[in-house]
Each structure stands twice: as structure tokens, then as C-alpha cells.
């Protein structure tokens, strides 16, 4: 048995959140129509667009890889092209399925932190029209990027506008949205609808819930075949309702700013705390809930005897720390206190 301490590992290394695993209880109460079709998935909806606005239309599935790769499946046919940073999850983490299920082709652009900008699509736009080319269809970006920095909303729009001139949609994977939208200080609607995303992947594992994404459609004539896509997919649970009460509750009474607010707190701490060890340098700003740094190389094995983390740049010998919902002062306090001892 792996006997190491894996809290900064991931955000998605943590429990379920007390409030989401009593939603799953409530509803766990005898028979209820399948595959969505319930009253907890309509109540689920509503809370969409109360948060997104009255056109926001939210389809669940089980993790985030497939709300990207069925989201993207919405927007595309298999001769278009996908704008997307050299670190998108997309790209970098999951296992070509955007490639494979979509039949688009991926065009890259190199990003230090993760964002990319209108100079740099246009790079990929001289293709447009050419039959010998795949077609850009689609702008992705990750709010936050994988490096834990925001978009600001004016941002986004200006990539909004970008693709909406050029016939083309703008795609959000917002695994992490929840820990943008508390570091901007804005509505979840203002980082999203509001800036001219077409189509959002809308997280909640990393914030809480059991599993379980939505794909967030702000647009009912973009939405219209899409029931049959995640079908096609399948990504239509028949139990529905459980992943439904999760959002419900994660939407309610302010769970997912609370959340996100507690794992952004921890980062910053956990980011003080590891700028008392001068052999430990910070690659990024700590912005949301990831922290990056590079450690001496000859530490990480050693980190990993008792703590489970991610090398995320075997090269530079950079590490990634996740903080969660669930992370303690505690926690951080005996993690820099063994890694003190470790690199000194
Ligand atoms: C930015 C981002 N997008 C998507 C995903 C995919 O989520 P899942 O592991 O549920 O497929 C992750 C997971 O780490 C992620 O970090």
C-alpha cells in the first residue's frame, strides 16, 4: 500500500465535501426518471442559469477530459482546427482524445503561463479557405491555465471577439473556474457568458463534488444537437440525478466561491511558506490554487519518500503543489517543514 501523504499532489487527491456527499444522501430516496429527464436535474439546470443567465443550458458528464472532448464534438467537424496553448490540457494531458473523438487537428502556440492571445492565433488564420489546410473552428483556452493564471474578462472578450469576426468559437475549459472567478473577484457569468465564451467546460470535482463536469452552452441554436452528441459520447448517465445534486449543492449558498476561496487562501500560504527556503524558487505567480517551483533536483525523489507530488518540468526539476478545499494551515506547515529539512 502507497503509504505517502499525496494532500498537494492534486486538487483532485481530496474527499468529497461534506454538503455534496449529503445532496447525493438526499436524493438517494427511491425511483426517479433516467437519463436526466428527473426533477434534482431540472432544479440543476435552473441553477445553471442562475449563475449563467436564462440561455445557459448545461449537459453533465462523468469527468473533465470527456466535457472538452464532447464540448469540442458540439463546435466541430473533423476537418477543423483547434487554437489551443502548448500546455492545454488538451494538448499536454489527454491522451489525444480531443484528436481521436473529434478528428481535429490541434494547433499549438507556446504560452509561459499558460495564456495565449490574438497575435499569436492569428499565426494559424493564413489557412483559412484552403482546402489542403484543416480550418481553424475553435479558440481553447483554460481559465485558470494549467499554470494557475487568470484570464482577466477583457482578455477573454478580445479572443471572443477574434473568433466570432472569423466564423469561429471561443471554447473554456474551466476545470478550475471556480478559483478564476474568486481571484478576479467577478460572478462566474463576467469570466464566461458575459466575455463571449461559446462553450464552457464547467468543473467541479477540483472544487468538491464526487465527480461529474458539465458542458455549459450559452446558446440554444448551438446547443440544438447536442443532447445526441454526449449520447454518442456516452457521457448520458442513466442515474443522472446523483451527479445533478452535486452541482445543486456545489451552486448553492455560495459552496463553490467558498471552496475555491479556502483552496486560493491555502496557496498563498503555501506559497509564504516556501519562500522561507532560499534553495526553493517560485516559477509562477500564485494567482489561484497551484503553486510552481523548482526544487534541487536530487529532493524530489526524496519529497516523494513521504509526500506524493507531480514533477511538472523534469528538465528545470519544477514541481507542482495543489491546494484544495480541504487543505489545513497544518497540512502546509509540516509539508514546509519536512521540505526545509529535506533540501537543506
Ligand atoms: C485544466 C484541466 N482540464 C481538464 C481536466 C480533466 O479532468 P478529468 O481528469 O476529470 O478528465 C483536468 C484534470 O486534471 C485539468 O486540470
Redesign the pocket.
Known amino acids: 500500500m502507497n503509504t505517502t501523504i499525496s494532500n498537494f499532489a492534486?486538487d483532485?487527491t481530496v474527499g468529497v465535501h461534506p454538503e455534496i456527499l449529503n445532496a447525493i444522501i438526499s436524493v438517494n430516496n427511491g425511483s426517479a426518471v433516467a437519463y436526466g429527464e428527473d426533477e434534482y436535474t431540472k432544479k440543476a439546470d435552473k441553477k445553471f442559469q442562475e449563475h449563467f443567465g436564462k440561455n445557459a443550458e448545461a449537459f453533465f458528464v462523468?469527468?473533465?477530459?470527456?466535457?472538452?472532448v464532447i464540448g469540442l464534438m458540439g463546435l466541430t467537424e473533423s476537418f477543423h482546427s483547434v487554437i489551443c496553448a502548448d500546455i492545454?490540457?488538451?494538448n499536454s494531458?489527454?491522451c489525444n482524445a480531443v484528436e481521436r473523438f473529434t478528428g481535429c487537428k490541434l494547433l499549438t502556440v507556446p504560452s509561459a503561463d499558460g495564456k495565449i492571445t490574438v497575435d499569436q492565433v492569428k499565426e494559424n488564420m493564413h489557412v483559412l479557405g484552403e482546402q489542403h489546410h484543416a480550418q481553424p473552428k475553435v479558440i481553447s483556452i483554460?481559465q485558470p491555465?494549467?499554470l494557475g493564471i487568470v484570464y482577466t474578462p477583457k482578455e477573454i472578450k478580445t479572443l471572443a471577439d477574434f473568433a466570432h469576426k472569423h466564423n469561429m468559437f471561443l471554447h473554456m475549459?474551466g476545470?478550475?473556474l471556480a478559483n478564476a472567478a474568486v481571484k478576479l473577484g467577478v460572478k462566474l457569468r463576467e469570466t464566461t457568458v458575459d466575455a463571449g465564451v461559446d462553450v464552457l467546460?464547467f468543473?467541479g470535482?477540483?472544487n468538491g463534488i464526487m465527480?461529474g463536469?458539465a458542458v455549459v452552452f450559452f446558446d440554444k441554436k448551438l446547443s440544438r444537437n447536442f443532447k445526441y452528441v454526449r449520447k454518442q459520447g456516452m457521457q448520458l448517465a442513466s442515474k443522472m440525478r446523483y451527479i445533478s445534486t452535486q452541482f445543486i449543492a456545489l451552486l448553492s449558498n455560495d459552496l463553490w466561491h467558498k471552496n475555491a476561496e479556502h483552496a486560493n487562501k491555502m496557496a498563498k500560504y503555501l506559497e509564504k511558506r516556501l519562500k522561507e527556503i532560499p534553495k526553493i524558487k517560485l516559477t509562477q505567480r500564485v494567482e489561484t490554487n497551484g503553486v510552481f517551483a523548482t526544487v534541487p533536483p536530487r529532493c524530489i525523489s526524496l519529497i516523494n519518500k513521504k509526500y506524493f507530488i507531480y514533477t511538472w518540468n523534469e528538465k528545470i526539476s519544477e514541481v507542482r503543489l495543489m491546494t484544495s478545499f480541504d487543505t489545513k494551515k497544518e497540512d502546509i506547515d509540516n509539508f514546509a517543514d519536512y521540505l526545509k529539512k529535506v533540501v537543506n
Open positions: 492534486s483532485n462523468f469527468n473533465g477530459t470527456a466535457a472538452n492545454a490540457h488538451i494531458s489527454e483554460t491555465t494549467e475549459d476545470a478550475r467546460s468543473g470535482t477540483k465527480y463536469e
